[in-house]
Nanobody, 123 residues
Framework: QVQLVESGGGLVQPGGSLRLSCAAS????????MGWYRQAPGKQRELVAS???????DYADAVKGRFTISRDNAKDTVSLQMNSLKPEDTAIYYC?????????????????WGQGTRVTVSS
């Protein structure tokens, strides 16, 4: 069983910064692409940023130049540094990872989601 646990959300004023982290645990053989998504009230969940195992990144246009995704493969973690936050960044943020789990000679790759962490940008 693989679990993703997020941390780092909260309330911040416009222009402020937050850092989100997501750690995977369990019987992990390898992790492919890691990413962050967000869902604002009344809107669909959308990609914020992703990073492949090779280090290639992809960002939503709305966050380019303000958010930075990073990963620590030794610790099975992904982080999202969010700077110059705006009220429209308010949402629940979810991490997602493509994880290959293993145990007893089998391997199983599937996507896993974190439970979500709330980010509120307001004065």
């Amino acid at each position: 069983q693989v679990q993703l646990v997020e941390s780092g959300g909260g309330l911040v004023q416009p222009g402020g910064s937050l850092r989100l982290s997501c750690a995977a645990s369990g019987s992990i053989f390898s992790i492919g692409t890691m990413g962050w998504y967000r869902q604002a009230p009344g809107k669909q969940r959308e990609l914020v940023a992703s990073m492949t195992s090779g280090g290639a990144t992809d960002y939503a246009d709305a966050v380019k130049g303000r958010f930075t995704i990073s990963r620590d493969n030794a610790k099975d973690t992904v982080s999202l540094q969010m700077n110059s936050l705006k009220p429209e960044d308010t949402a629940i943020y979810y991490c997602k990872m493509f994880v290959t789990a293993t145990g007893g000679g089998w391997y199983d790759e599937r996507e896993y989601w974190g439970q979500g962490t709330r980010v509120t940008v307001s004065s």
